[in-house]
């Protein structure tokens, strides 16, 4: 479903210079796209489908690539000509809009896609609608998702040694569901916490349970799930006793390895500013990585039993 994402890791090459991607690359335009290192920070970025290209055009004040500059006559969501429409705009990620459009009230909760009419929005969640081009990059097959967490725990198991975390049920829920099993609404102060909550791991006996934020992006779910996976994995074979910086920093630090591993770096750049106790554990972790590596990071964090 996405280029990278089987342990394998077939080669992949750059789509703009074709040359093989052997370490730092981008993941874009729906996630098929891999770009090496040297092409993203060579290239110009089109500020409407954000893909690197050599030729740009200025629309409205922004450099846009030839594919985007072709459609600036066309209203992207009613199909209106644009040529006479003066107001035309360029607007969130999806392209030009004319006048009517931009101003309606629906809009896609993720790229800000106007939809002229209802059933262009997908509800997802009483809080979420989606367009359908962010729909078709977002998590709400229950399949789909566990698919990909048993292939970001195989990644995580070959490449950074993570033991396999057995007895695990995933559930995709809405966002109310999500507070309810996490019971963070309980504890005083959380309100900030509560709004950021992705995702949460529940222990039972010999059971673990995660639960995730239906209608993420895939690079979101792919981050959060992965966050709740490393949670089971030392809810399994770490002591609490470690401290709670250190605790959640773990967390993060694996989901940071992963986005890595698969082009993600928006996420990660997410998750680095988090802020608070959730940072500096971070930071922690990624001191001991420097020093002793990935399985110094995995030791230091199983000795304390
Ligand atoms: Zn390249
Ligand atoms: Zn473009
Ligand atoms: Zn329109
Ligand atoms: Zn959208």
Redesign the pocket.
Known sequence: MIVGLDIKNKRMRCSHCQSEVIKKYYRLDRYNKVICETCYSKSRRCQVCSLPNKDMYLVDGLKVCMDCYSQKYRCRSCSKDLKKDKLHHIYGL?GFFCSTCIHLLNH?D????PAYSNDKLIEIDREIR??E??LSTSIVDSEIAKKVLVNVSRILNKKMGLQMVKNLTLELVNKRELMYHSDILLKPNNQSSAENLLGFTKRDGKNFYIYIQTGLSLSTYISAVTHEYARAWQLQYCSKQIGRVLWEGFAGWTATKMLWLLGYHEEIVKIESFGDHFSYGLKKIQVIEKSKGTHGVLEFMTQVK
């Open positions: 999806q896609c993720r790229c800000n896609f989606l367009c081009s962010c």
